[in-house]
């Protein structure tokens, strides 16, 4: 009799070892879980580009204003550079106002102006802060709550020399350099 009872007492000490050390373990998964440690979503911020491009830390506010830094490294020069951010995967769906109306400054910030110039040399980078983000054809309407994901597309247009653009001399090139996932902060 005694001999069984030792084991049973054993097999008791076992399961309550390691009971002790599986609640220990489950208690420390749902304070990770609560902390949204496991959770992906909440950590989308992603710009990824093609080759020859480079797009750093994205940033979009609530107004839909996007701030990054672009570069380029193509081994080209880019005149009369202009830019988009759009949700659309391609120009059709880009309001005809988008790009003309986004060209960059000597700065890397936007304006509202049409203005021919605007160059962006191979191997540098350019700060574009407060661009705005285009959902479906529309303006940002600045109503995106916090911590939603905005999905989208960083366009470029431009031209191989300093020439004002034309159809026929000096023709606009546009490319689509890089795909945006962004969460609104």
Do not use: D, H
Not at 93 to 115: D, E, K, Q, R
Not at 136 to 150: A, F, Q
Request: glycine share 10%; net charge neutral.
């Amino acid at each position: 009799m005694a001999a069984s009872m030792m084991r049973a007492q054993s097999a008791l000490e076992y399961l309550m070892t390691y009971g002790w050390a599986i609640l220990i373990i489950g208690v420390v998964l749902g304070a990770l879980f609560s902390l949204n440690i496991f959770n992906a979503g909440g950590l989308v911020t992603a710009c990824i580009t093609i080759p020859g491009y480079e797009c750093q830390q994205p940033i979009l506010n609530t107004g839909g204003l996007l701030t990054f830094t672009l570069g380029q490294s193509t081994g080209t020069t880019f005149y009369n550079a202009q830019m988009a951010c759009a949700s659309t995967s391609n120009t059709l769906g880009l309001p005809s106002n988008v790009m003309a109306f986004n060209s960059l400054s000597a700065t890397g910030a936007p304006y509202n102006s049409l203005i021919y110039g605007n160059t962006i040399y191979s191997g540098t980078t350019v700060p574009i802060s407060s661009w705005p983000c285009y959902s479906g054809g529309l303006p940002p309407t600045g109503t995106s709550p916090i911590g939603t994901v905005y999905s989208g597309y960083i366009w470029l247009n431009y031209t191989l020399n300093s020439s004002p653009p034309s159809n026929t001399n000096n023709p606009y090139y546009s490319v689509k350099i890089a795909t945006l996932a962004v969460k609104v902060s």
